[in-house]
């Protein structure tokens, strides 16, 4: 029987991580991959077959700006067919090629950002004032006075912490940027509980540790873990290394918010706020460790509704269920 493909006739044999950054790593080869970006980009669908517009090599090499021939054909070369894709009228990006420069565009900003300020929202667990900032492609809300919510595994007084490309700043202001950097944040916990890498859809290795000494006194962080909070999870992609390490109760309530945002369309994503979530994971969630097999249950109250999920020390999703909260049903 034969087999579809997107591009009949072209032989693709693996390419290992090495020879692909040897390959890209090259400045006129991404140039390349730049300018062939450029020519796509206006192209409404990420097309998989050929059948797109492509760059007739004599423009592509003018724009490249590189009268050597010779030299110009070994670049070219050297993407094809990973990156780069020949067809009879001329040359055109690969899914991997596209992939390639939407990364670089995605941690591209538009210059000098002024986005750092202080938010009209208190720290949920002091009162103190609260400050978002942008850094080295980092979203973080931070406390001006306390701790925050994560001891000694983030910097001092982070509350929420969520990595986040430049350019998704450019159209946002702070609370948008905040809302969607925790909407991304809730369906990345959601991957990973999933076993998903969201990166290079790798499968997820994971591992639970607990504090069995755990003592959190006068709102400092444990002395033997130095966290306030005595279950974590290690979650990370087993290829390409895309990981997390948070407390069990931050990825249950990721998973609860990103079910109930993606379960209710009608819900903007800008609700619940940072602030909510942090008041949310503190008030409203209870959590159990029992042993011998290692099963931490945490229950989670949302609006109306009780999740309650039961984990194993793989972060294995054993139970999952969710029922009407008891004191609000209408008889
Ligand atoms: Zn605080
Ligand atoms: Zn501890
Ligand atoms: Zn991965």
Redesign the pocket.
């Known amino acids: 029987m034969g087999q579809t493909r997107f591009t009949p006739d072209l032989e693709l044999n693996e390419l290992s991580p090495d020879e692909a950054f040897a390959t890209l790593g090259n400045e006129i080869r991404l140039d390349i991959i730049r300018v062939l970006w450029r020519a796509g980009a206006t192209y409404e669908y990420d097309d998989g077959s050929d059948a797109v517009e492509t760059v007739p090599y004599s423009e592509l090499q003018t724009e490249i700006d590189i009268d050597d021939n010779g030299k110009f054909n070994y670049h070219l070369s050297k993407l094809a067919p990973h990156f780069v894709r020949r067809t009879d009228d001329g040359y055109r990006l690969s899914s991997a090629g596209k992939q390639i420069a939407r990364t670089v565009i995605a941690v591209s900003g538009t210059g000098r950002l002024d986005f750092s300020r202080e938010l009209d929202e208190s720290?949920p667990?002091?009162?103190?004032a609260?400050a978002v900032t942008y850094e080295d492609q980092w979203l973080r809300v931070r406390?001006t006075?306390?701790y925050?919510l994560f001891g000694d595994q983030a910097p001092a007084?982070t509350l929420f912490l969520t990595n986040y490309p430049a350019a998704g700043l450019t159209t946002r202001d702070s609370e948008q940027a905040l809302a969607t950097g925790l909407y991304r944040c809730a369906l990345d916990i959601t991957y990973l509980m999933y076993g998903i890498c969201r990166e290079c859809a790798g499968q997820i290795s994971s591992s639970v540790t607990v504090c069995d000494v755990h003592k959190v006194k006068n709102g400092q962080p444990c002395d033997t873990c130095g966290t306030p909070f005595p279950v974590w999870a290690d979650m990370k992609c087993d290829t390409c290394g895309f990981a997390k390490r948070l407390p069990v109760e931050m990825f249950a309530t990721g998973l609860v918010l990103a079910t109930e945002l993606t379960g209710n369309p009608e819900l903007d994503i800008d609700s619940p706020a940072v602030d909510e979530a942090i008041e949310l994971l503190q008030n409203s969630v209870e959590t159990d460790v029992s042993t011998k097999p290692l099963r931490v249950s945490l229950s989670i109250e949302v609006d109306t509704t009780v999740f309650t999920l039961t984990l194993d020390d793989e972060m294995n999703i054993v139970e999952f269920d969710r029922e009407p909260r008891t004191d609000t049903v209408v008889s």
């Open positions: 720290c667990l002091c009162g103190a609260v406390c006075e306390c925050g007084g």
